[in-house]
């Protein structure tokens, strides 16, 4: 059993900070990209941040200079750094992992639960 725990979000006020943090846990023989979606109200989830086991990282256009996203392979966490935030950074953050859990041999999608950051005054 593979499980993906997030945990750090909240409510905050416009151009305040928040940082999200992601461990994966159980049988992983072997994790690759992690990465950040979100999804608004009545909107669809969208890409925010991901991150290779190498570092290489790719940002969504809207989040570029504002959120950091990293990683520790020897935790098994991923981490997103948001600054400057803004009311429309609202929305149910999910954390992801390309996984190879033990008996396995290809990489599987794993989501956690979800993390609600509000960002309002």
């Known amino acids: 059993q593979v499980q993906l725990v997030e945990s750090g979000g909240g409510l905050v006020q416009p151009g305040g900070s928040l940082r999200l943090s992601c461990a994966a846990s159980g049988s992983i023989l072997r994790i690759g990209a992690m990465g950040w979606y979100r999804r608004a109200p009545e909107k669809q989830r969208e890409l925010v941040a991901t991150?290779?086991?190498?570092?290489?990282?790719n940002y969504a256009d809207s989040v570029k200079g504002r959120f950091t996203i990293s990683r520790d392979n020897a935790k098994s966490t991923v981490n997103l750094q948001m600054i400057s935030l803004k009311p429309e950074d609202t929305a149910v953050y999910y954390c992801?992992?390309?996984?190879?859990?033990?008996?396995?041999?290809?990489?599987?999608?794993?989501w956690g639960q979800g993390t609600q950051v509000t960002v309002s005054s």
């Open positions: 991150i290779t086991s190498s570092g290489a990282t």
């Open positions: 992801n992992a390309k996984i190879v859990p033990y008996g396995g041999s290809i990489y599987v999608d794993y």
